[in-house]
């Protein structure tokens, strides 16, 4: 009935979601992900994901047999492409396959089976339908948020030192090369999420079910909630609000300078700025930060090559969100706090509430609208004093990185105290002399 329930909720989210894109002229996550089906994929690493994900609750001689089907389907697709002069891409094999076993799940599985079956393609499209569903969420943000505040941002960034600004001198120095890998890691996040989610789930199919808790169970519900604040709290980022920036992006004449990266904006009494219809108001939190995060808490339990991994992936996405100019140090740190509430409150759902996970999830919650609230309502103060703003900004977010692993630690039953036998009296028992 929770799984029923779960899939009627998302069905109607992303009806809802498609109605709202419509009305503003704009195709919706249901009608992108259906197009995938004929025409080319907007991302074929990601539809293969997500065929890699629904294929944990396959034996393994199932498994080389999607994807063996699925390569065919894409090699037919390819000629076809090809021979009429189009655009060459690559996954409509790998949905197929997904949807495929959906149907054998409806018509040649009963029982246990049945829905093992369909919880599989169930996870595995809930990846791509996230992806499709966090697109249409920003051409909605572009559409609806016709002003955006990153003056207030900015200012309140000086308190940080202007990350962005100095890791975007240091990403220019590095040239070509350095981009392209940071642009690499920053794109193939979905996938490497993937990848930490397909070890978690490896037992999947010999245990015949899935475990309480996973990455993409975090990862979707980050992608649900942050294009919520997207609205409540409108940003583009200093590579669009601040010039041109390194890499042949910016905000053209919308932006209220050409100061990105090489220059720090002034401080001065910050407004509401008018920008285009076109730049998804994706800054605040950002969400490639609580994305990254999430990813390295769940790697801590792997390999030491995944825990390496993990770790790389973090500092590498930080790096290409401030070093592109796509985020300001506020959005990372406010990304921090959103992922390990997030990633939380997840944990809790699939233990059991208590009052430690109660405390946990509000005191994140407290310390990201503190954030916010500071951003919005004190920039120039944080500005004009960033020797003590700075400080504490960091502190809380610490704070909240400390009751984290304190209270998720105590959660873990390896770290709970072995209970000791109770010591045995020397005296005689009653009966026994």
């Known amino acids: 009935m929770l799984w029923g329930a779960a899939g009627v909720a998302v069905a109607g989210f992303l009806i809802a979601l498609e109605y709202a894109a419509r009305r503003y002229g704009l195709p919706g996550p249901i009608t992108n992900l259906t197009r995938e089906v004929i025409f ?15 294929m944990v609750v396959l034996t393994w001689r199932q498994r080389l047999v999607s994807a063996g089907v699925a390569i065919g389907v894409d090699v037919v697709f390819l000629l076809v492409r090809w021979a009429v002069g189009a655009g060459m891409s690559f996954g409509n094999g790998a949905l ?9 799940a409806v018509t040649r599985r009963t029982g246990r089976e049945r829905v093992l079956l369909l919880k599989g ?24 948020r016709p002003t955006v505040l990153d003056p207030y941002v900015a200012t309140a960034d000086h308190a940080l030192g202007d990350p962005s600004w100095l890791v975007g001198q240091l990403v220019d120095a590095t040239g070509p090369v350095g981009a392209q890998v940071l642009h690499l890691v920053y794109g193939q996040l ?14 999947v199919a010999r245990d015949r079910g899935f475990p309480g808790h996973h990455l993409v169970r975090t990862f979707l519900v980050i992608g649900l909630l942050g294009p919520a604040i997207y609205m409540i709290f409108p940003v583009v980022g200093p590579v669009f609000a601040y010039g041109t920036g390194a890499f042949g992006t910016g905000g053209g004449h919308w932006a209220l300078a050409d100061l990105w990266p090489d220059t720090v904006p002034p401080i001065s009494t910050p407004h509401a700025m008018s920008f285009d219809e ?24 792997g390999s030491r090559a995944m825990r390496f991994a993990g770790t790389f992936w973090l ?7 401030l070093g592109f100019g796509y985020h300001y140090g506020a959005d990372v740190i406010a990304g921090v706090v959103f992922a390990l509430t997030i990633e939380a409150a997840m944990r809790s759902f699939a233990r059991g509430w208590d009052r430690s996970s109660v405390q946990l999830v509000g005191y994140g919650t407290a310390v990201f609208t503190v954030l916010l609230v500071s951003y919005r309502y004190l920039p120039e103060r944080m500005a004009d004093h960033p020797w003590v703003s700075g400080p504490l900004l960091l502190l809380a977010t ?21 209970p000791q036998p109770e010591p045995q009296s020397a005296e005689p028992q009653p009966g026994l002399v």
């Open 121 to 144: 393609v169930g996870l595995g499209m809930l990846l791509v339908a996230g992806h499709k569903t966090g697109d249409t969420w920003l051409l909605i943000t572009s559409k609806t």
């Open 398 to 418: 610490a704070s909240v990185i400390s009751a984290y692993v304190r209270t998720t630690k105590s959660w873990d039953p390896k770290a709970a105290p072995t």
């Open 278 to 301: 076109i730049t998804p108001r994706n800054c605040m939190p950002s969400l490639h930060t609580a994305w990254a995060t999430t990813l390295f808490v769940h790697s801590r339990k």
């Open 315 to 321: 500092a590498a996405t930080v790096t290409a969100t």
């Open 96 to 104: 197929w396959v997904v949807l495929g076993w959906a149907v054998i």
């Open 190 to 203: 979905p996938l490497a999420a993937a990848l930490v989610a397909l070890y978690q789930l490896r037992h």
């Open 40 to 54: 080319a994929p907007h991302s074929g690493p990601l539809l293969y994901a997500g065929l890699a994900l629904m």
